[in-house]
């Protein structure tokens, strides 16, 4: 008898040994908080690494899925195996990403970029709201899927910003574009596949006299404003986070400082992306709010108007604590290159333009997505694993790094080496990455059990209306957090907590739009924190084992963002 045998053996003689019950609810829900507990007790308070810690975690989950939950074996081991997929292709968007910055660095285009940068503002502060806030948000209006972190961190570590720096900034603005990201995924695909054909819902939409797509309509409409609120506010939290956590004096104020600037380039792209909600609908805000705001602010900086008369930048790189820096050094001695600031931006211009024609033209976005690998009903059980790997950013990453070996007329070796050098990044962020997301596919597939419990996710929640009552305008972005928090995705979470939003709205007779944009928005709040999504920004720039302390580092922004959406939803109703 093999030992896998053996185990399935051992695990079916205690599900039926141990007797089942009919949990209560606050019972049932301290059990289902417990992933994520352990996730951030080892992480936050013990600080042992991402490595370490979610291999534990998902075994804790596995136990509780298993002897708590008795979800079937079968369905635990397709659940991971779902999420094997899953891991493979963010592993597929990491990789492409590296390549593509080693690319740039082969050519000697870094340096170039690095210098258009510099000939905008030396303002550090400037630099970050342009990349970060701005070309970030561009990028995940077209793809999404943690796509603008592990873009614009090494970009940012390679024009001089000390590594954690410009993770923590990379994720600070994955919340705000969130919401609409990859052409509106999180709510036409999200909010949607949560909500359809449900009789309720239908029941609900009807009584409104609204139509379905009216409804999906009416709600990212109300997430735009409750997004262009607390947005317009975050390149500032941005800017005094950097200047008090990596400024010479440690002070917020440094920041504060450039209120002008920052507030200004915030209302640059969410007056766009909240127009763009009401007249377009829910695929184009965040894409249209980055390129307005790209248009305006670069301009606006480069004239030097409402940016504070005193420079701001790093210590010195020798005065740098060990724990700013990163394994990944990019290396930007002087290269003779006659290349044009144009040129070297034309890769990075390239990945906007063909993420849009892949997800906005019908015919090249039919051709991409023809292409599809599936296992349905995965061990018998009614789950699927499907992926197309075509549609997937890294694709569209790999197409631009081909046309740039020959645009910048690269060496095959310097090429060999940009492709070595990628490799290794992938091999330390494996067992990490992989294993939360396993972890989130198991919490999240555990609604098929003997003793009749909703998943662990919605159990949770469940446990959450009971205490909320009527202050749950307050509570539905905490719920969406959890949900980002767990599945590494505002498109997961919506999925996950829709039509329980919905339902909660219901039962005390709120407005169902109102909570499921709040929903959307603490979703999109919860992708700052997630720790799939810090694996994967980290490791870009050699960042592994740090997980926890970034972790504690963004709950001070994602605990604005969820704490002043609650509010704003309150004051809605």
Known sequence: MTRLSLGLLVIRELQTTIPGFIMPIGVAAGVAILPILTVLLLLVGVRLPASRTMPIAFG????????????????????????LVISAEILYIVFGAILLLNTLQASGALQVIRQSLLSVSSDRRVQVIIIAWLFGSFIEGASGFGTP??????????????????????????????TFGAVGTPIVVGIDAGLSGVAAVEQEIEQLGLSYGEYLYQIGVTASIVHGVVGTFLPLILVAMMTALFGELRSPWEGLAAWKFALFAGLAFTVPYTITAHVLGPEFPTLIGGLVGLAIVVPVAKRGWLIPRQSWDFPPREQWKDIWSGSQVLSLSPIQTAM?????????VLVGVLLVISRVVLPVKTILRSLQISWPNILGTTLTATTQPLYLPPTILLIVVAITYGLHRIKP????????????????????????????????????????????????????????GQFWALV??????????????????NMMFSLFQFGVASQLQQSTPLILALQCVGASAGNMVCVSNIVAAAATVGLMGREGL????????????????GILGLLLL
């Open 60 to 83: 804790v989950t596995v136990a509780i899925a298993l002897l708590v939950w008795r979800v079937p074996w079968n369905w635990v081991a397709a659940a991971s195996i779902q999420g």
């Open 149 to 178: 972190a592990v873009m614009c961190v090494p970009l940012l570590v390679a024009i001089g910003f000390p590594a954690m720096a410009a993770v923590i900034a990379a994720l600070i603005i994955q919340s705000t574009p969130s």
């Open 340 to 348: 044009s600031p144009a040129m070297a931006w034309l890769p990075y």
């Open 413 to 468: 070796s310097d090429m060999q080496r940009a492709l070595g050098d990628a490799l290794p990044v992938i091999r330390q962020v494996t067992v990490a990455l992989g294993a939360a997301v396993l972890l989130a596919r198991v919490f999240i597939n555990s609604g098929t059990n003997a003793i009749g419990l909703a998943s662990m996710p919605l159990t949770l929640a469940d446990g959450m209306a009971a205490i909320a």
């Open 476 to 493: 539905a972005p905490v719920v969406g957090l959890l949900g980002a928090f767990v599945a590494g995705s505002v498109t997961v979470s």
């Open 550 to 565: 970034l972790i504690r580092l963004l709950l001070i922004p994602s605990l604005y963002y969820i704490g002043l959406a």
